[in-house]
């Protein structure tokens, strides 16, 4: 048989788009930060977390006053030129000290998000995915930690090694994580009886495969708002020491400590308790928006 062109027809335009690659293949990451850039509170959230970062680590260098000089002739002098968020009792410049408070108390957070994440979720997950004894002996010291107040382990560490950043620091390592693990234990229970668990262990994928790259990827959305929240948490933590004496000494301060200062002449001089009071507020919303983008930006089960 000869074969001509009338043998053949030519495929529809239609029909040929049908196999056209509309967009490059993405990655995990590649599709969660896409999904975040169109979450616009999320971004706004993101871009004053890092910018009150940068100033706290920055600001400081850039100024030429510090958080420990006193001038008793300035004293009390409400915002201007000079002192853009004025000063207080002893004459220190308040803006340069929300700077410095802004390092310890972001510093606390974040160690404390940082143990947390990791400590809180490979505990938990551990525990969720092996189930039996193993989850009954990892949820008891879970337990007995739990019941222990935080407060305990701070003036315990605060007798050997005296008051200060780093015994609150220990604190929340020995304490914080304990909440996120439990979260992320129950995640996995729910999902580890899943189809995709069931087919990854059939095409012979490891118990340590199957947790980090499946069962913790799909609880993601619960990890991150619980990772969000205990940021603000272990700021208030930390302000809460500071203000009955087991935190930063003086003349060190963190946002807490500030506040506490300001609301003895809060009704003569409300500008010492307004700013620091709205560094913390601002910096709390802006980790609410950014962790709700992120649960939605990272849980595989809203991909589109």
């Not at 619980?226 to 203000?243: D, K, Q």
Request: with cysteine; proline share 4%.
């Amino acid at each position: 048989m000869e074969i001509t062109k009338d043998l053949f027809e030519r495929v529809p335009k239609d029909e040929r788009d049908l196999n056209k690659i509309v967009r490059p293949s993405l990655t995990y990451w590649q599709d969660a930060w896409r999904r975040l850039k169109m979450n616009k509170l999320a971004m706004g959230g993101l871009f004053f977390v890092i910018f009150i970062t940068l100033v706290a680590i920055f600001g400081p260098m850039l100024s030429k006053y510090n958080y420990y000089s006193q001038d008793f002739a300035i004293q009390n002098q409400g915002p201007s030129g000079t002192h853009w968020f004025g000063t207080d009792n002893f004459g220190r410049d308040i803006f340069v000290r929300i700077l410095y408070g802004a390092r310890i108390s972001l510093t606390v957070g974040y160690v404390a998000s940082i143990l947390n994440l990791t400590i809180g979720v490979l505990y938990g997950g551990i525990a969720g995915y092996f189930g039996g004894w193993v989850d009954n002996v990892m949820m008891r010291i879970i337990d007995i930690l739990y019941s222990i107040p935080t407060m305990i382990y701070v003036i315990l560490l605060m007798t050997v090694m005296g008051a200060g950043l780093k015994s609150i620091i220990i604190a929340l390592a020995i304490s914080y994580w304990v909440g996120m693990a439990r979260i992320v234990r129950a995640q996995v229970l729910a999902l580890k009886q899943q189809e995709f668990v069931l087919a990854a262990r059939t095409l012979g994928a490891s118990n340590t495969r199957i947790l980090l790259r499946h069962l913790i990827p799909n609880s993601m959305g619960p990890i991150i708002v619980t990772l969000t929240l205990s940021i603000p948490s272990a700021i208030f933590t930390e302000s809460f020491l500071s203000f009955i004496g087991l935190g930063v000494s003086a003349p060190m301060a963190s946002w807490g400590t500030l506040t506490s200062e300001a609301l003895q002449v809060y009704l003569i001089y409300p500008y010492q308790l307004f700013f620091p009071a709205g560094a913390i507020c601002l910096t709390l919303f802006a980790f609410q928006l950014l962790g709700d983008g992120l649960r939605d930006a990272l849980d595989p089960k809203m991909r589109k």
